[in-house]
């Protein structure tokens, strides 16, 4: 891994695809013997494909819930919830980032807890300066900050044209969990 440029990833935007892609991108990397880790900041509802294909898959492709749900409102006592599970995800991060044991990490849904205020922008950054130069580090996410973007080696946006939601089709299996 000595000669790998570990780059930093951003997939943001309001369009479909942000997590899905960084997923497939763990695939690739997976395919090609890199050990791959996804944190999942921000939990959803649904028991998605994904966390049972990471199981078929085995060790060297894990994928860990560490958030709350969504949030929903801006409740204290539910919005101390959220801080407190997005800081102990970042603890969480920082630690396997440090590890060595990984060749690529997917923070998923960190832009969003950013964007929430659930946690600082700046042990981000430092965590971003800090990595392993091999390791390839994704962050996913609506609305990527700008000190995020500015650090990043490739960053996607996600345009929406069409979503099935707005037709009212409703949230399939094998599309949306
Ligand atoms: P995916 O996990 O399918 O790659 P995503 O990571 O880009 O989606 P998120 O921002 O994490 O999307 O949002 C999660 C949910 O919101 C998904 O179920 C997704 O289909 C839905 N969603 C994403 N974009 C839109 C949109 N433009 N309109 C309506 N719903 C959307
Ligand atoms: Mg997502």
Redesign the pocket.
Known sequence: MADTKGLVIVNTG????????ALGLGMRAWGQGLRVLVLQFIKGNWTYGELQAAERMGADFVIRQMGEGFVRNSADDERADHMQASKEALEDARQEIMSGAWGMIILD?INYALGYGLLPVDEVLELIAAKPDYLHLVL???SACKEIIDKADLVTE?G?IK?P??QGIR?QKGI?F
């Open positions: 309001n369009g479909k695809g942000k997590t899905t892609a849904e996913t996410g609506r996600m929406e979503h939601y707005k949230a949306e």
